[in-house]
């Protein structure tokens, strides 16, 4: 029965450590919802550059689909090198996210 006591003991004092408030279940299921929002709302605004941009249907961003149309085309080009973190020279869905900061 030690053995249990000082487990619990010391699981709860992590939990109290991390501060984080115990949920109710109905707090952890808004959140869930707030959650899922956040990825629809995000899935959608990449579809949406998605099909204004991507001419060859792809489900990616070369550099010059995402400067066409653009303004001012020196800064459109620099913002595609800002977020094509990983250099393959496309951007990605989450790469195309993290350009709209979402």
């Known amino acids: 029965?030690?053995?249990f006591v000082?487990?619990?003991?010391?699981?709860?004092?992590l939990h109290i450590a991390d501060g984080a408030a115990?949920?109710?279940q109905d707090e952890r299921n808004k959140q869930r919802l707030q959650e899922k929002e956040v990825r629809e709302k995000r899935r959608?605004?990449?579809?949406?550059v998605l099909e204004?941009?991507?001419k060859n249907r792809d489900g990616s961003l070369?550099?010059?689909e995402y400067?066409?149309?653009?303004?001012?085309?020196?800064a459109a080009a620099k913002k595609f090198?800002?977020?094509n973190k990983n250099r393959d020279r496309v951007l990605s869905k989450g790469e195309i996210a993290d350009s709209l900061s979402l």
Not at 67 to 74: L, Q
């Open 1 to 3: 029965m030690k053995p």
């Open 6 to 13: 000082i487990a619990l003991v010391a699981l709860a004092s």
């Open 22 to 24: 115990p949920q109710t």
């Open 44 to 48: 959608t605004a990449v579809q949406a």
């Open 52 to 54: 204004n941009k991507d």
């Open 62 to 64: 070369t550099k010059e």
């Open 67 to 74: 400067i066409d149309g653009e303004a001012d085309p020196a």
């Open 81 to 83: 090198d800002k977020y």
